[in-house]
């Protein structure tokens, strides 16, 4: 359906916005000399689905707008996505994450000097990417494992929904949204699992979103940044994989 460079062009773009959008969000709240400074959860979960909402809505013409490796493999799993295109998908959500990384880290790059100055052991990676309030590692997976289905699930049931879209034929798998309200639908679904599901471990539930920027925070000149916590980093990408895979299996099993 998507070309190669779209599929490229896409999700590289989409993918970017996603995290400015939603480090910039976990920076407006966290570091000091913010006018969000301790704005709290809900502005958290709403600044990610607002991010979902932009970035799904420019990618969605060029590449389906994925924006997420967990989408990308359950929608293979369900037979939407070729999986010959999947590794393609992949790198390009990685490099769009990384690209997103940066220019969040840039949008704030005042504020983070003015933080390490302030209080120089206040770690910055909970801007870029997820940690547990509990560190137990099976828990910790199951909770990735479980937010992601509640993602990935849906958001596969949606393009078949008669009453959701413009156009659709009952019954009909249309891709990963469907139409242009699914995207909408699935940025408050995003909000959804931020109130409900993402108090554990932060919500990765897209490996993309995790290990892009937490590359980033790896090898970003920060001030005082602290531990990029790779003793973590398998979890939210190994969690929302699995929780794609069984959500695509779980769809081939209703239909």
Known sequence: ??????????????????????????????????KAKDAGWVVIAFGWGMGVLAGAYTAAPLSGGHLNPAVTLGSAVAGGTEWSKVPLYILAQMVGAAIGAVLAWGLYYAQFAANAERDKAQPTLGIFSTG?????????????????????????????????????????????YGSGINVLLVALLVVGIGLSLGGPTGYAINPARDLGPRLVHALLPIPNKGSSDWSYSWIPVAGPLIGAVLSGLVYNAAF
């Open 1 to 34: 359906m998507y070309s190669n460079g779209d599929i490229v062009v896409g999700e590289v773009i989409g993918t970017a916005i996603l995290i400015l959008f939603g480090a910039g969000v976990c920076a407006a709240v966290t570091l000091h000399y913010s």
């Open 132 to 176: 547990p309030e509990i560190r137990k590692p099976a828990a910790n997976l199951v909770t990735e494992i479980i937010a992601t289905i509640g993602l990935v699930l849906p958001l596969l049931f949606f393009g078949r929904n008669p009453g959701i879209g413009i156009g659709q034929v009952p019954g009909e798998h249309v891709g990963v």
